[in-house]
């Protein structure tokens, strides 16, 4: 692990390479895989399979909203202060009503002796208001002659969940 060996490759490519990290010759050793955990490092599946070789992730590795979050260890309904105890006592009383931010968190690794790069996949949540504003300002034209237009506004507000 002095780092003078080194495997390269994508999620969606064929073949890993490996080779001196100072360059020179690589070789084909393998693909990559992918695996995805929760919390307690156990597998967690998203789009129906928790380990994901390449040719499973060619267009990406897909999955529900619902899927992700229970990797996470939470549901829309989980109560923002049981993932940050620091935060106010104020707040919503349920992710789906405040929004978060998901980060997914990737870690690579392999050795001279795998035959694949494993590719660690996890997501936090963090409890974030995440909201979106939105108005329409319309004019409306006046009915007869000589009566003049008159504007109307509608505005909407909307949490979510920010990726």
């Given at each position: 692990?002095?780092?003078?060996?080194?495997?390269?490759?994508?999620?969606?490519?064929?073949?890993?390479?490996?080779?001196?990290?100072?360059?020179?010759?690589?070789?084909?050793?393998?693909?990559?895989m992918?695996r995805?955990?929760?919390?307690?490092?156990?597998?967690?599946?998203?789009?129906?399979?928790?380990?994901?070789?390449?040719?499973?992730?060619?267009?990406?590795?897909?999955?529900?909203?619902?899927?992700w979050l229970?990797?996470?260890?939470?549901?829309l309904?989980?109560?923002?202060?049981?993932?940050?105890?620091?935060?106010?006592?104020?707040?919503?009383?349920?992710?789906?009503?405040?929004?978060?931010?998901?980060q997914?968190?990737?870690?690579?690794?392999?050795?001279?002796?795998?035959?694949?790069?494993?590719?660690?996949?996890?997501?936090?949540i963090?409890?974030?208001?995440?909201?979106?504003?939105?108005?329409?300002?319309?004019?409306?034209?006046?009915?007869?002659?000589?009566?003049?237009?008159?504007?109307?506004?509608?505005?909407?507000k909307?949490?979510?969940?920010?990726?």
């Amino acid at each position: 692990a002095d780092g003078s060996w080194v495997a390269r490759g994508v999620s969606t490519d064929d073949d890993v390479t490996a080779g001196p990290a100072s360059g020179g010759k690589r070789s084909a050793v393998g693909d990559m895989m992918t695996r995805i955990i929760r919390p307690d490092g156990s597998s967690c599946a998203v789009g129906g399979k928790s380990e994901w070789m390449a040719a499973d992730s060619q267009l990406g590795i897909t999955g529900t909203l619902g899927e992700w979050l229970a990797c996470a260890g939470v549901t829309l309904d989980t109560d923002p202060r049981t993932l940050n105890p620091d935060m106010p006592q104020a707040m919503a009383p349920h992710l789906r009503t405040m929004g978060f931010a998901m980060q997914v968190l990737l870690d690579y690794t392999n050795t001279r002796t795998m035959n694949h790069v494993e590719c660690t996949m996890s997501v936090r949540i963090l409890p974030v208001w995440t909201v979106r504003k939105h108005t329409d300002i319309i004019e409306h034209p006046g009915t007869g002659t000589g009566e003049r237009s008159s504007l109307m506004s509608r505005s909407r507000k909307a949490m979510g969940a920010a990726v």
